[in-house]
């Protein structure tokens, strides 16, 4: 029996109990079987959560890119690794072979180290999907430089606010880049975030767009024409198993972004495990996420999983609905696309279009679906299931984070029954477990509880970016010897686990992980702003939209509201992104306190949600007067 690849439900099952009664042997015989070490690891796993440390197959050596790509030449150097399709289908898609990636990778990386990035830098990539990004992943990869992905749909100031808090000296962007009929000029909101970024030396820049750029003397160059120079063959740089591979931001409660830190020799072994097992990946297959290389999505399951399977990944540089909302569908008839992964609002604001879209293409390739991001709703998953599987191809959905690396709970295709809504089983070696109010570890089926994780698995991130005291405080000090996710979830008769959505102040939007407190930071921002509170409100095509509740100042006050909600807006997508803007904003003549003079979100997330009937205790409130104001006038 291999415990790599899992073939039916008796099988997971053993796997699964291996896994936890010796996870030091389980990850061992995995790492020892399928990958490319230098050297061998001294120790399998060490850790300690109330520090928190943890270390995985410490001492060992190994580059990544090696595993991704130079251990597939002699099999499969002519094979399509990278399938590239761009938002112009009369563009033409792009094969890149595993040959061809590796002469990619050490050109650039070649092109890295002549610009003097050295093991252990840390350099911003703000680029779209084109195979530029998925290439310079790679290239500081195979040098060790540490690569740190802003999301290009992300502005100015929140790309300067990563790339000052990981020091990063370099930059890697594009003049611009095109989504659907939309062409944006990439290049100007890098100029801009650059002004305030004296730690950035050099620029590189891709061009895609082709349109005017300003180049800044001294540190823009365009990244062609030192390709063109640079020699196509760069070595390995040897690294140990708990060097970094790349920091990830992602949204935290508190306003600044938190820099996951993930390291090369676990996070390698999980992705490729994870990736193999939960879409049954077969050699030929063609693979297709379709999230952005910019999430965890992407650098987990587009480029590191896939690739070190030595598997045909499909790259989409533009969006669901153009040149019309049959996009996806012609791609997968085109390409023949055997797993597709994609998020529960994409489903359904395609479901919300005619038939016809999803019904003329032939998606017969088809053998296994995914979702992620969010919890899908029953009504998506059903169309999902109908309409693209033709109910003959199992859905897994899957749940993980930013944090965890890879994919956690979701079930095995052709291995475990699905249900629709529930995540079901925990893959092997991951170990959840649900708490109670108390701190309590709720045992037993049929219960609701908060997710926690109970045992360390190779691809966790190990701290956050140049503070690990916060990375202690949010995920190991609610309940000892965890780590607590930040999500609920319920655990059925038979086991299957249920995310039931955020505990924290985090909501997804549209698959969006965004924290109320930094869209908060930028409503204040607004001169006429006294006070604002952030919640979620149920979407049917975001799964969750923003509300605003706002208390002007005194300067506020007669001012053309509409204006004023336009402006906010603004402020929101200058200093966040378009992703984060309100969908509603009242007005208000204050906000529900506690007496502590915390907001009360409970009840206002009530409010946006139309949830009125019992508001729960409010006798703790210091100006209970404002609930029903709120309530009288809100936009529902
Ligand atoms: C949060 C993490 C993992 C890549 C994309 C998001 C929510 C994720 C599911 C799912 C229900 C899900 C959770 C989680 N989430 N997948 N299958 N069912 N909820 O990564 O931005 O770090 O967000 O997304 O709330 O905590 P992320």
Redesign the pocket.
Same mark, same amino acid.
Do not use: F, L, S
């Given at each position: 029996m291999s415990n790599y690849h899992i073939k039916h439900l008796e099988e997971y099952w053993q796997v699964y109990r291996k896994s936890v009664r010796n996870p030091e042997n389980f990850w061992e015989e995995i790492a020892e079987e399928h990958f490319l070490w230098r050297k061998k690891w001294d120790k399998v796993l060490s850790w300690d959560f109330s520090k928190p440390e943890v270390k995985w197959f410490e001492g060992a050596q190994l580059n990544i890119t090696e595993n991704c790509i130079d251990r597939h030449l002699a099999t499969r150097g002519d094979k399509t690794a990278i399938l590239f399709e761009p938002n112009d289908p009369s563009e033409g898609a792009q094969h890149i072979t595993y040959k061809e990636l590796h002469e990619r990778v050490s050109t650039m990386a070649n092109v890295l180290k002549a610009q003097g990035v050295e093991k252990g830098d840390r350099v911003c990539i703000y680029l779209p999907m084109i195979p530029e990004l998925a290439v310079a992943l790679l290239a500081c990869a195979r040098i060790g430089a540490v690569h740190s992905v802003v999301f290009a749909g992300f502005s100015a100031t929140a790309l300067a606010t990563r790339i000052n808090d990981c020091d990063c000296k370099m930059v890697i962007c594009s003049d611009g880049s095109y989504r659907g009929k939309k062409k944006i000029d990439l290049k100007s909101i890098v100029d801009e975030a650059l002004e305030s970024c004296p730690g950035v030396t050099t620029n590189l820049v891709v061009q895609r767009t082709g349109g005017e750029v300003t180049m800044k003397e001294g540190r823009d160059i365009w990244l062609q024409p030192l390709l063109d120079q640079a020699d196509t063959v760069c070595k390995a740089t040897v690294m140990d198993a708990e060097d970094s591979l790349f920091i990830l931001y992602?949204s935290g409660s508190t306003g600044k972004p938190k820099g996951m830190v993930h390291t090369t020799g676990g996070y390698m072994v999980y992705t490729a495990y994870s990736f193999k097992n939960v879409f049954q990946y077969r050699e030929n297959d063609v693979y297709w996420c379709t999230a952005d290389i910019g999430? @965890?999505?992407g650098h987990s399951y587009i480029v590191y999983g896939p690739l070190c399977n030595g598997a045909t990944t499909v790259m989409f540089e533009g969006v669901p609905s153009y040149p019309d909302y049959g996009r996806f569908w012609e791609i997968v008839e085109k390409h023949k696309i055997t797993q597709f992964y994609t998020a529960p609002t994409a489903i359904r604001a395609l479901a919300k279009e005619n038939l016809d879209y999803v019904e003329k293409y032939d998606l017969s390739s088809l053998k296994v679906l995914g979702?992620? #991001? $969010?919890?899908i709703n029953e009504e998506a998953w059903h169309w999902y299931n109908d309409h693209v599987g033709k109910k003959n191809s199992p859905i897994v =959905? /899957?749940?993980?984070?930013? $944090?965890t690396g890879g994919i956690m709970i979701s079930p095995i295709p052709y291995s475990t029954p699905t249900i629709p809504t529930f995540?079901t089983l925990p893959l092997p070696g991951i170990q959840p477990t649900l708490m109670d109010e108390n701190a309590q570890e709720i045992k037993g089926n049929q219960v609701e509880g908060r997710l926690c994780i109970k045992f360390p698995w190779p691809s966790m991130a190990r701290t956050i970016y140049g503070n690990h005291e916060r990375y202690r405080d949010t995920y190991f000090s609610a309940y000892k010897g965890m780590y607590f /996710?930040? =999500?609920g979830a319920r655990r059925d008769a038979v086991g299957y686990y249920r @995310?039931t #959505?955020?505990v924290d102040d985090v909501i @997804?939007v549209s #698959?969006h992980?965004l924290g109320t407190a930094p869209i908060e930071d930028a409503i204040n921002e607004h001169p006429a702003v006294a006070e604002s509170a952030i919640v979620g409100f149920p979407h049917d095509i975001k799964g969750n939209a923003l509300y605003g509740y706002i208390t002007l100042k005194e300067t506020g006050e007669g001012r053309d509201q509409d204006n004023l909600r336009k402006e906010i807006n603004q402020l929101i997508t200058d200093r966040i992104g378009p992703i984060a803007k309100l969908d509603k904003i009242q007005f208000t003549n204050g906000l529900p306190k506690t007496r502590s003079g915390k907001i009360m979100r409970r009840i206002l997330r009530k409010i946006a949600g139309k949830d009125t009937g019992n508001l729960g205790d409010t006798s703790t409130l210091l100006n209970p007067e404002v609930v029903q104001d709120i309530m009288d006038n809100a936009l529902v």
């Open positions: 992602t999430w @965890i999505t979702t992620v #991001g $969010e919890p =959905d /899957t749940w993980w984070q930013t $944090e995540a /996710t930040g =999500d @995310i #959505g955020r @997804i #698959g992980n």
